[in-house]
């Protein structure tokens, strides 16, 4: 079936430093994804809708400068923390959905844990 | 703007029947999602329910739907222990792409 993988799975980084997150979809093409984040012991909460070919459209009180989305092609969206700091360590997790199928088939990477020392 | 509540904490004992309720506030919702979440890990979707539905069955798993009330609720029969974990209702909006409304998740106990 469709899988949308997501990478690296865990990452530490510096303050101050970047990293970046990739989610790909590995049989299927998704013209959109989307980002989300979750703090320990939280809700997930959608932080942006990454468009093939556009700029991403973040929610509110997301800052584009800070989470920079790429969706490059069909297959595979980035998503990059710049200048990381402790309160970014979080859960981030993205979506998929299959080009043209029905609104059920919305498939979850398995997630990207971050953590900022 | 959208709102999804859960209760916080389910706890059952093995060999019953769990009931997750949730309530959300927005009636323009396509689809209705179940998902589990186990410590450390990704989401895995359980089961989902068309918003002109009331009721799904699929193996343990029932959701009925309440539309009037903005309820939705996912029955677990015979939990087992491998049951617990957190669950998350979401829901997706008509107009909103497939970009999904998270409930706050119950946390499901299940105790021998």
């Known amino acids: 079936g469709a899988v949308v993988s997501q990478h690296p799975s865990r990452v530490i980084c510096k303050s101050g430093t970047s990293v970046k997150i990739e989610c790909r979809s590995l049989?299927?093409?998704?013209?959109?994804m989307f980002w989300y984040r979750q703090f320990p012991k939280q809700s997930l909460m959608l932080m942006a809708t990454s468009n093939e070919g556009s700029k991403a459209t973040y929610e509110q009180g997301v800052e584009k400068d800070k989470f920079l989305i790429n969706h490059a092609s069909l297959t595979l969206s980035t998503l990059t923390v710049t200048s990381a700091h402790p309160e970014d360590s979080s859960f981030y997790i993205c979506?998929?959905?299959?080009?043209?199928?029905?609104?059920?088939?919305?498939?979850f990477g398995e997630g990207s844990w971050l953590t900022v020392v | 703007g959208e709102d999804v509540e859960q209760s916080l904490f389910l706890s059952v004992r093995e060999g019953d029947s769990s009931v997750i309720n949730c309530t959300y506030t927005d009636s323009s919702s396509t689809y209705l999602y179940w998902y589990k979440q186990e410590p450390g890990a990704g989401l895995q979707l359980l089961t989902y329910i068309f918003s002109n539905m009331d009721m799904k069955q699929d193996q343990r798993l029932t959701v009925l739907l309440n539309k009037k009330d903005k309820h939705l609720s996912l029955r677990i029969a015979d939990t087992q222990t491998g049951d617990s974990a957190i669950y998350f209702c979401?829901?997706?909006?008509?107009?909103?792409?497939?970009?999904?409304?998270f409930g706050t998740g119950t946390q499901l106990k299940v105790e021998l």
């Open positions: 979506s998929a959905t299959q080009t043209g199928a029905p609104g059920n088939t919305i498939y």
């Open positions: 979401a829901e997706s909006l008509t107009g909103g792409g497939n970009k999904l409304t």
């Open positions: 049989d299927f093409q998704a013209t959109t």
